[in-house]
Every structure is written in structure tokens, then in C-alpha cells.
């Protein structure tokens, strides 16, 4: 069936390193995958996009790497600061009639001062 | 712009009562999604909008319904409210087919 996991659930950084999330996903015919990040007690808001004839996009600080041939998706923070540390959701679509996106289950960030 | 505007933002509940969520957009998006995320989970599709007057149900539309009279609302009501149904739920919108959801702050509901 259609999934998009994480392969780790948690990831804990020094503030100042750069991050890496990763994301695996099962549907080739995805088109368009994204990255949102959700703070505690918030919605989740849109970090950077790709589409499926790309394999990097780079926005400020961040970096989206997609690999088809293996069906990886990860997101790169660099330099990272505290004020990233959230629940970060990779996710793939759009699917079927409804147009929707699937989204994987979250890493949460914590970025150590 | 507000973006899409959820209320209330909390909600305490008793068995058996019933609710409205309200969903509000000002960006002329066709496409409304509501989600439910419970604890340690993904986002699960409720129900979703193709355009103003059409509905449909999405993974977990038991217990819920909604309407979508206008372009810009999005109400997703609780009849006979569950513990089962405690959560916080997210409305979506986008505007087309393709492109990312651009999310409400969401309503933490508590059902006891």
C-alpha cells in the first residue's frame, strides 16, 4: 500500500551542526513531495518542495535531496538552531481523485544549545 | 491574507454531545482537506473538497460530516461525540492539483 515513513524518530543535534532527515516512499508515481515542520502546538508550515524531475532544491539553510532510484527523500538543515527543533513530515502525493498528501509519521529535532 | 483560520482552538467535550469545527480560507483554494492527528501518528484524512457543493470521505469519516456551501468554508462537524474521536484536528487547503496544503493552526479536542 502507499506509505511514507522516516527512518528515525527522533534526531538530536548540537546547535550549529547540520541536520539531515530522512524519508523513505512507496509510491513511484508521486509527482511532488514536500517538507513541513510543526512546532508544538502549531499547524504544520511548509518548509521547501520538489517536484519529480528534480533531485535538489535549495531554499535558506534548508535543502531537499530526492532520490527516485531508491525512493529517498531527506531534508538538510544547515547550521542548525534551536529555534528548528520541531516535528519535521515529509510528504508525497498528489494521490488519486482526492488529490490528497500522504504524510510519513515525523522525526522530532531537538537541537541541544 | 489569514491563510486558513480554524476555530475554536480548544474543545473539551462529553459523550454524546455534538460540535462544529469551523474551517475558514481567504485565498480562493479549491481543494479543503480536514486531518486528524492523534499521538506519535500521521496525519489521517477525514474528509475532502473538490470545490464549493462537492464532499467526498477519506480514510476515517466515521462519526464526522461535513459541508462545503462556499468556496471559502469548511465545517466539519461531531455528532455524538467519542472518546475515540479525541485529537487535534487540522484543516487544509491548496488551490490546485498539484502544490503543498497550506495548514490552520488546528483544534485540540478532548472528549470525556
Known amino acids: 500500500g502507499e506509505s511514507v515513513g522516516l527512518h528515525l524518530p527522533t534526531l538530536s543535534v548540537q546547535e550549529g551542526d547540520n541536520s539531515i532527515i530522512n524519508c523513505a516512499y512507496s509510491?513511484?508515481?508521486?509527482?511532488?513531495f514536500i517538507w513541513y515542520k510543526q512546532e508544538s502546538g502549531k499547524g504544520p508550515q511548509f518548509i521547501i518542495d520538489?517536484?519529480?524531475?528534480?533531485d535538489k532544491r535549495q531554499g535558506q539553510r534548508v535543502t531537499v535531496l530526492l532520490n527516485k532510484t531508491v525512493k529517498h527523500l531527506s531534508l538538510q538543515i544547515a547550521a542548525t538552531q534551536p529555534g528548528d527543533s520541531a516535528v519535521y513530515f515529509c510528504a508525497e502525493g498528489p494521490v488519486g481523485a482526492t488529490n490528497k498528501l500522504i504524510f510519513g509519521t515525523g522525526t522530532l529535532l531537538a537541537v541541544q544549545p | 491574507n489569514a491563510g486558513v483560520t480554524q476555530t475554536p482552538k480548544f474543545r473539551i467535550l462529553k459523550i454524546g454531545q455534538s460540535m462544529t469545527l469551523q474551517c475558514a480560507q481567504d485565498?480562493?483554494?479549491?481543494?479543503m482537506y480536514w486531518y486528524r492527528q492523534d499521538p506519535g501518528m500521521g496525519l489521517k484524512l477525514i474528509y475532502y473538497?473538490?470545490?464549493?457543493?462537492?464532499?467526498d470521505k477519506g480514510e476515517v469519516p466515521n462519526g464526522y460530516n461535513v459541508s462545503r456551501s462556499t468556496t471559502e468554508d469548511f465545517p466539519l462537524r461531531l455528532e455524538l461525540a467519542a472518546p475515540s474521536q479525541t485529537s487535534v484536528y487540522f484543516c487544509?487547503?491548496?488551490?490546485?492539483?498539484?502544490?503543498?496544503?497550506?495548514f490552520g493552526s488546528g483544534t485540540r479536542l478532548t472528549v470525556v
Open positions: 487544509a487547503s491548496k488551490r490546485d492539483i498539484s502544490g503543498g496544503y497550506t
Open positions: 473538497s473538490v470545490g464549493a457543493g462537492i464532499t
Open positions: 520538489i517536484r519529480s524531475n528534480m
Open positions: 485565498m480562493n483554494h479549491n481543494y
Open positions: 509510491n513511484s508515481a508521486s509527482d511532488y
